[in-house]
Nanobody
């Protein structure tokens, strides 16, 4: 079992920057996949960025060049550096892991509780 806890959300002016962090607890093994999703008000949850322990990254088109995802050295944390923020980036941001070992042994990925990011125009 893994628990994910996000931090770093808040209110920021358009054009500003914010860094989100997510830390995994509840297990002793490392994670080979971590990702950030977001759910804007009234919309569906969407993938923002994901990273593997091998360093592979993937970004939504809407955040390419503005956001950067990185996995922590111990492979139990992930950060999302966000810059040039826009009002349309306003959403609840969720951390998730689809670690292959967890998927194989528990049949599911794990989500954090989410952290609110609000970008004021």
């Amino acid at each position: 079992q893994v628990q994910l806890e996000e931090s770093g959300g808040g209110l920021v002016q358009a054009g500003g920057s914010l860094t989100l962090s997510c830390v995994a607890s509840g297990s002793t093994f490392t994670l080979d996949h971590m990702a950030w999703y977001r759910q804007p008000p009234g919309k569906q949850r969407e993938l923002v960025a994901e990273v593997t322990s091998g360093g592979e990254t993937k970004y939504a088109e809407s955040v390419k060049g503005r956001f950067a995802i990185s996995m922590g050295r111990g492979q139990r944390s992930v950060a999302l550096q966000m810059r040039s923020l826009k009002p349309e980036d306003t959403a609840v941001y969720y951390c998730k892991t689809d670690d292959p070992y967890l998927l194989a042994t528990t049949g599911r990925g794990y989500w954090g509780q989410g952290t609110q990011v609000t970008v004021a125009s």
